[in-house]
């Protein structure tokens, strides 16, 4: 009988400590996340923990941890990494009010088992000094033989660059696509290498005149060395449109994950993060894009403009990465 009674106590108080949880697989890395999750403690009592990778490997991890894994909420970068989130089956559908309200349904899971937390543009940016200010106004010019030795763009095996091959197949076709990319090689200063941030730096340093990048490491430039504040001051920025539609868009996200042992908790650290407060703070200090209507983005993204987003589907984004992998590769792209 203490036996039981001793067991029942210890199964009574591992409840009680897992209720109290919840536990964050992520893969981004910024401070204003840690500012968010303390934030989230602070108002709920609830205790965040966090383990911290790369997408891929905590996507591998929560297949191989099955039933058995710690996951409660798993947050993720861009289109094709949550597709195959999705594809794996480590989500499970939301139900919440607030969030199918809130969220615009292209920013979200048909089946509701994933919703945007951020946006960031594929922008470009040019050396002042190029005389091109205003001159590109679509995606689609990028394979224009007039910009031949100008365009500084990271590698094929990046997801952005995926995601903005794969929404130009939505638009276009594969075959269009494929000769679009092929001009863009055509058209590259160099090999591709280095992140959004290096071919920006680039353009600064003459190799080049035009830069592919994401809106938000921009603004990361902006808040860094001396150098790289000159090189945000030397640029401008550019949101070009697909011919047919607008500013290519992609996303961060998160989803409960499918095994989640704090299902409620995890529901309000979503919920949370989706809150005007918490979307303001992802704008404002990772210069990203807020989903929420209504909440205020920085100043500095603010003075770049407004943005049109483009009407493709984050679930489009993702159905047709392996398409963009494969034209990339055909067009030649590094």
Partial sequence: MIKKLALSAI?????????????VYSSRHYDTD???????????????????????????????EGKNSPAD?????????IQ????????????????VKNIDSKLRDKDNQWFALTKRARMVTVRKDSKLSNSIKTYEELADPKY????????????YNQSLMAAMIKHHGVEYATTWAKGVVANMARDPKGSDRDQARGINAGLGSIAIMNTYYLGKLANGSLSDKEVVENVNVIFPKFENGGTHVNISAAGVARYAKNKENAIKFIEFLLSKEAQEVF??????????KGAEISPLVASWGKIQDDNVTINDLGKFNKDAVKALDVAGWK
């Fill in 11 to 23: 199964i009574l108080t591992s409840s009680l400590i897992a209720s109290n949880n919840v536990n």
């Fill in 148 to 159: 031949k030795g100008q365009i500084m763009v990271r590698s094929s095996s990046n997801v």
């Fill in 34 to 64: 840690k500012q968010l999750f303390k934030m989230f403690e602070k108002n709920t009592g609830i205790k965040v923990k966090v383990i911290q990778a790369k997408d891929d490997a905590l996507i591998k991890r929560m297949e191989s």
């Fill in 84 to 99: 195959r989130a999705t594809e794996k089956k480590l989500f499970q559908p939301i139900q919440s009010d607030f969030l």
């Fill in 73 to 81: 909420v798993f947050i993720t970068v861009d289109a094709a990494r």
């Fill in 283 to 292: 704008a404002k200090g990772n210069y990203e894009y807020p989903i929420i």
